[in-house]
Structures are given as structure tokens and as C-alpha cells.
């Protein structure tokens, strides 16, 4: 985005969004316009998305499956996007990172729409699929005329990743399919578990449809916000969680919602789920009578 957006271009993010974008867009002194996916299933609001382009978008970022929510962006959903972009002649950023985390849902890359190859920037890397998050090891795909400004910014920001870890990623993106059956496999058990146990607690669960992450309702519980509640959990029940306002530039339309991570061994995650049994199961009997 440093690469192909300049001071006062206007940039769409859809809310709840992955926080690196914001900052990023910040340093280029972009205008930001969002449109927020709002639970139980973080449609795209076709209406607030048409309002949102104008002849000064110069970018759309589309992050599918998506962050914090679990969403996997449906292909009638691209294919709004896609007009949208043609329309006015915008660029799109695609964040793909958990494009082999999906359950149930298929993942479509924007860039394999018709028309839309040659204005999408396609990211993706190494990290959520290999579990290799600490390498940071990406890579963006894109036409020439595209690529040229993203090299531009990456030659003074990282320049270069060590020799090593890129013939490690080749390695890694040799895997067969049976690895990514089995990631799938490990994964939705996983999710199993935190989903079901989450319910049994008491929150109302927008499950996922890929990446490793749960949105949640905590409001049964009688906290005002989500910073709130993530504290109680941290220091009276010892578990933590993230407070999704952060992932929003209006914080209340996030301050309802929790979101919890099932990256974990499956021990870890009975535990936690055991823990607000204990701490917090109560207090929605409490608060029903």
C-alpha cells in the first residue's frame, strides 16, 4: 500500500479490520473510508459499499477469510467488489493469509474474477498455514505495472528476507495435499471444541467459516465493554482474549464482542473453556432470573 497510494487517495477498509492496515495507511497520509460487517454473519452491505466508492477511491482492502470475524467472503460478495472496482477504476489489496483455513466455504481470490487480475494486488505468506508466523515470510502477486510500485517501498522497508528461510518456504509450499487435508482436519477439531465450549458458557457464537479465530457476544454477562471484559478474563479467570473495538475506527460498534483464538493445543483449550465455566457460567443464571 506504501508502494501504489498517495497522500489524501481515499482507501476502503471493511470494519472489523486487521489493525497493520490503519497504521499503514497512516504513514502515506491515505483517506480512510470503512464500511463495517456487522455479526451474526458480517455480510457486506451492498448499500454503505456502493456509497462508499467514489472517483477518489484509489483502493479497496479485502482481507478473506477474513480477521477478526471468520468470514469467507462469498463470490457474489467479490463480484460486487469487482464491479465496484471497474466502475471507478480502483485498485484492490487482497489479504489471503488463511486461504487454506476454511471450513465448509470456498475461498476465492479476487484476482481470478474477470478484469481483475491486472488491478489486485494478491498477498499471502508463510505464517497462519505453516505455523511460521515469526519468519514473516509473504509475498505479493500482481501485474508488472503494479509489482513496480510495491518494490519501490519494499527495497527501503524489509529489502530482502534471509536466503535461508526462502528456500525453506519453497520447501514448505511443496507440502502435498494431504498436509492441507490434515491442517483442516486438526483445525476444525480444534474449533469444535472452542465453538461448542463457548455456548455452553453462555455467549452467543457467530461461528467461523475459515481462519483460527471465534467472535463472540459476551453481553450476557453484564460487562460494558470489551476492554472490560478481556481484563476480567485475563485477571479473574486466566484466560486471555482480544477486545475487537480496536479492529474498528468507531470502538463501540466493537465494544459487544470478543475474540478468542483456537491456535492451540486442544488441552490448552478444554482448560480455558473449563475456566469460564467456573467464573463465568453463573453470572448468566444470575442475570436470567
Given at each position: 500500500m506504501i508502494g501504489l497510494v498517495n497522500p489524501g487517495d481515499e482507501v476502503i477498509l471493511f470494519a472489523p479490520f486487521y489493525d497493520s492496515y490503519l497504521a499503514?495507511?497512516?504513514?502515506?497520509?491515505?483517506?480512510?473510508k470503512t464500511v463495517t460487517l456487522r455479526p451474526p454473519d458480517f455480510a457486506v452491505p451492498e448499500k454503505e459499499l456502493r456509497e462508499a466508492f467514489s472517483s477518489k477511491t484509489r483502493a479497496i482492502m479485502v482481507n478473506t477469510p477474513h480477521n477478526p470475524t471468520?468470514?469467507?467472503?462469498?463470490?457474489?460478495?467479490?463480484?460486487?467488489?469487482?464491479?465496484?472496482?471497474?466502475q471507478h477504476d480502483s485498485l484492490a489489496f487482497t489479504d489471503e493469509v488463511y486461504h487454506r483455513l476454511t471450513f465448509g466455504a470456498e475461498h476465492?481470490?479476487?484476482?481470478s474474477l474477470d478484469g481483475m487480475y491486472e488491478r489486485?494486488?494478491?498477498?499471502?505468506?508463510?505464517?497462519?498455514?505453516?505455523?511460521?508466523?515469526?519468519?514473516?515470510?509473504?509475498?505479493?502477486?500482481?501485474?508488472p505495472n503494479l509489482t513496480w510500485g510495491v518494490r519501490q517501498a519494499h527495497a527501503f522497508l524489509t529489502f530482502a528476507t534471509a536466503t535461508p528461510?526462502?528456500?525453506?518456504?519453497?520447501?514448505?509450499?511443496?507440502?502435498?495435499?494431504?498436509?492441507?487435508?490434515?491442517?483442516?482436519?486438526?483445525?476444525s477439531s480444534k474449533k469444535d471444541i472452542l465453538v461448542e465450549g463457548l455456548k455452553?458458557?453462555?455467549?452467543?457464537?457467530?461461528?467461523?467459516?475459515?481462519?483460527?479465530?471465534?467472535?463472540?457476544?459476551?453481553?450476557?454477562?453484564?460487562?460494558?465493554s470489551d476492554v472490560?471484559?478481556?481484563k476480567f478474563l485475563i485477571e479473574e479467570v486466566g484466560v486471555a482474549a482480544i477486545p475487537p473495538s480496536v479492529f474498528y475506527t468507531d470502538p463501540?460498534?466493537?465494544?459487544?464482542?470478543?475474540?478468542?483464538?483456537?491456535c492451540k493445543d486442544e488441552d490448552t483449550l478444554r482448560q480455558a473453556v473449563d475456566r469460564m465455566k467456573v467464573k463465568l457460567k453463573g453470572k448468566v443464571v444470575a442475570r436470567t432470573h
Open positions: 499503514t495507511l497512516s504513514m502515506v497520509d491515505a483517506t480512510i471468520g468470514k469467507v467472503f462469498s463470490l457474489q460478495e467479490l463480484q460486487l467488489i469487482a464491479s465496484l472496482c471497474k476465492i481470490s479476487l484476482a489486485t494486488v494478491t498477498l499471502n505468506s508463510l505464517g497462519k498455514t505453516f505455523s511460521l508466523t515469526g519468519w514473516k515470510i509473504g509475498w505479493a502477486v500482481a501485474p528461510f526462502q528456500w525453506a518456504a519453497v520447501s514448505a509450499l511443496k507440502a502435498p495435499d494431504s498436509f492441507y487435508k490434515d491442517l483442516i482436519a486438526d483445525y455452553e458458557v453462555g455467549f452467543k457464537v457467530f461461528e467461523p467459516k475459515g481462519t483460527y479465530f471465534v467472535m463472540a457476544d459476551h453481553t450476557p454477562f453484564g460487562f460494558a472490560e471484559f478481556c463501540d460498534d466493537g465494544k459487544h464482542l470478543v475474540r478468542f483464538a483456537f
